[in-house]
């Protein structure tokens, strides 16, 4: 307890050398949280991207589409009968908010002398807007199940085929027997789905229209919306359960498992983060260590006095260690209450950051407060500390007493 209370009191016996030592942990430590509070709002960006501007939180394919359907993509298709079991199944489990069918296709779309070849997107025009709140109409209104040729077109789509809103297109598309077909629809509107790619190759047709272009009433997937996407991976293993019980041969894949561009680009961004981490953690360090070393080198008489009247230089490497812990702890609690105050203003104020890798349009993020980072950059600061103070409390308690005396 008594070196408890010398290392309290010694904190305090230098107050120009204390405010420096804290202000370099609290600097490092809201260095650490502000800089993870940037990845992880980019992060959640580009989750919310994936789940809302393209693949929803589940979606629910025949058995063995992921591995088969690119080679005989008629077999894994889902009969249209199958819809409503699947729909009551649903209705029963937590967190499923929404529900639609979607059917994928590619084909060639027409506007005079122009033909570009595109992909479409079969969708159920009134459920669609749920899935796609990340979409942006540019040009136009979208998609309404009282037109049920009306259509939308990417913003590159647009420009290949040289269309806009109030434009007729003729669709040509190959049916699931192998014969070509052909529809005409009005353009409806553009959109801005945020993925270049998306938007330059993508059509959005209701699911009636796409379904009479591919002369087929079967869906190619089954899109689930959640309430939490926490529940993710819960209700796929309750679904993954259900499903063989009621005779329904059907796999669940989650958003996670379509989403490759965020997988990519979320792996890049970790690997950025925990390489800055590491720069920040080491200048952070090295910055302690000096304003430590400067400090315990001041104070050689008075561990030589100490020495002298008995003390075991362990006490004195011991007593050094609670005041670097202590001051530790308190520039911790500094850089939190920094970090913090930063990351709501910056927040409430929006950053525009460039657009991401193969995205069409710019990012307005903040900083996001992260508990289990927080605490990371809160310990790993601490720590830092009680290391850096660890080699001059070292070097003090070996110099020899006479020598720490005269100096």
Known sequence: MLSFRLAFRN??????????????????????????????NIFRGLREDAIYGRHGHLQIFRRGYAEGHLADPNRFMIPEVEYPRVQSILSGVPHVTTVTRRLSFSGLAQNRDTTVSFLGEGVEPEADAKFHRQLSIVAGEGLASGEPFGVLLGKGLAERVHAGPGDYLTLLSQTTDGALNAIDVRVRGVFLGGLKEYDDWTMKVPLEAAQKLVWSQR???????????????????????????NGLDLEVRTWEDLALFHNQVVALFRRELHVIT??????????IANTMTMSIFERTREFGTLRAMGARPRRIVGLLLLEGTFLGLAGAAAGLLVGALVARVV????????????????????IDLVPAYVIFS???????????????????ARTRVVDALRQ
């Open 278 to 287: 590491l720069i920040v953690s080491v200048i952070v360090i090295l910055s």
């Open 378 to 396: 809160c310990a790993s600061s601490v720590a830092a500390t009680v290391v850096a103070t660890a080699f001059p409390a070292l070097r003090a």
């Open 347 to 366: 927040s409430r104020v929006g950053i525009t950051y460039p657009s991401p890798p193969g995205s069409s349009r710019p990012y307005v993020g903040g």
């Open 219 to 245: 869906i190619e997937a089954i899109v689930v919306l959640l309430d939490d996407t926490a529940a993710t991976r819960a209700v796929r293993e309750r679904l993954e359960d259900l499903f063989p019980k």
């Open 11 to 40: 904190i305090f016996r230098n107050v120009r050398r204390t405010v420096l030592t804290l202000a370099a942990i609290s600097v490092g430590c809201s260095a650490l949280i502000l800089n993870g509070g940037v990845i992880f």
